[in-house]
């Protein structure tokens, strides 16, 4: 009725506004109905609005209608003072990320300016900015107290490293992940997302050896990881013992082992190398200990050898060794076929040690070893 009235007053201003304003109440109703049709009819409204300049309601309009870019042009070239957050936002809805990020950053919305970078991949293009605003920061002290860029920029690196997570590109993440402003914020960051690789990477490239190692490498049960990390932190006592107590245990425990004798892995000569370059660094008698715990770690035939070993323990008050020596001379006498053993008409007038030294076993020294 508003409508045919100014038409017949011949007020076409007013006519062609309540026009638009009927039209767009009619697309509301229909919205549920019939939305291609709504569609339509909310289009026409908003290209009325826009052609009386009222731009507010043609900018819903379109916003309305989904067409995000254009509501955006309209709030940034259409107004009398151009509203840069809401032509920023329709950018941003709009996915015209690098738009949206240059209207932001024109409004000062340092925030939505950066986070619309991280969304979008302009990561460059935000570090951009952020080169410029600390520019301004240090050329008048005043602008940095009226906005928080630590927090700003910190905000941005963290949605670049999430956006490289969502792609698992690990490796750009790191990046920013890096540039972050503290060792606890990275430390934060990679422990929210569950990353203990990235994390003892972190740590250890930070020179917190001990921290990779007791509170990352150990809880991930990385002994050897572990072993170097204490290595590197001056810790050789512990890392030789977490080098060689591995060694030992593969050698009992390997593939179809009965735990009985020591095995062979490919990789044992290695480390029990490592663990003898660890030793060497707490002391000459704990270097000498280490290499005759090392040797009895190996598998030895020769009986002779194993002897001196046993004496070497024994000097050096090694249960450990003392026991698997004692162990391999018992081996030793029960792989031999007793009618082989030496006999003598009385046990009490025989050397023992010398009788194993020449490789004669008898009753007498198998009851030796085994007492």
Wanted: include cysteine.
């Amino acid at each position: 009725m508003a409508t045919m009235c100014f038409e017949r007053a011949g007020d076409s201003y007013w006519g062609k506004k309540s026009k638009a304003a009927s039209l767009r109440a009619t697309a509301i109703r229909l919205h549920d109905l019939n939305l291609e049709d709504a569609n339509a009819i909310l289009r026409e409204a908003a290209e009325i609005f826009e052609g009386l300049g009222m731009v507010d309601s043609a900018a819903q309009c379109f916003t309305d209608l989904g067409d995000y870019e254009r509501a955006g042009k309209i709030y940034l070239e259409k107004c009398e003072e151009p509203d840069l957050k809401r032509a920023g936002d329709c950018f941003f809805l709009a996915r015209c990320y690098h738009m949206a990020a240059q209207v932001y950053a024109r409004g000062s919305f340092f925030s939505d300016c950066l986070n619309v970078c991280a969304k979008g991949g302009l990561l460059d293009t935000g570090s951009h900015y952020i080169q410029c605003w600390k520019q301004n920061e240090r050329a008048d002290p005043g602008w940095a107290n009226s906005h928080d860029l630590y927090a700003i920029e910190q905000k941005f690196m963290e949605n670049c490293a999430l956006n490289y997570f969502d792609k698992n590109d690990y490796r750009s993440m790191m990046k920013f992940v890096r540039a972050f402003h503290s060792i606890d914020l990275k430390r934060g960051f990679l422990q929210s997302l569950n990353l203990p690789d990235e994390l003892l990477e972190l740590e250890e490239e930070s020179g917190n050896f001990m921290e990779a190692a007791v509170n990352i490498a150990k809880t991930m049960g990385d002994i050897l990881r572990e072993a170097d990390l204490l290595g590197k932190a001056g810790e050789f006592l512990d890392a030789y013992e977490l080098v060689f107590f591995y060694v030992f245990a593969k050698s009992l425990w390997s593939g179809g082992s009965k735990a009985w004798p020591l095995k062979q892995f490919t990789q044992k000569a290695g480390l029990l190398g490592k663990a003898l370059t660890f030793a060497k660094e707490v002391s000459s008698s704990f270097y000498e200990l280490a290499s005759t715990k090392v040797e009895l770690s190996n598998k030895h035939d020769n009986i002779f050898e194993i002897v001196n070993q046993l004496k070497s323990s024994r000097i050096h008050s090694s249960i450990r060794g003392e026991i698997l020596c004692l162990w391999e001379l018992l081996d030793s006498h029960f792989r031999l076929n007793s009618s082989k053993y030496v006999w003598q008409d009385s046990m009490f007038d025989v050397s023992v040690e010398g009788m194993i030294m020449k490789n004669q076993l008898s009753v007498e020294t198998l009851f030796c070893c085994w007492c």
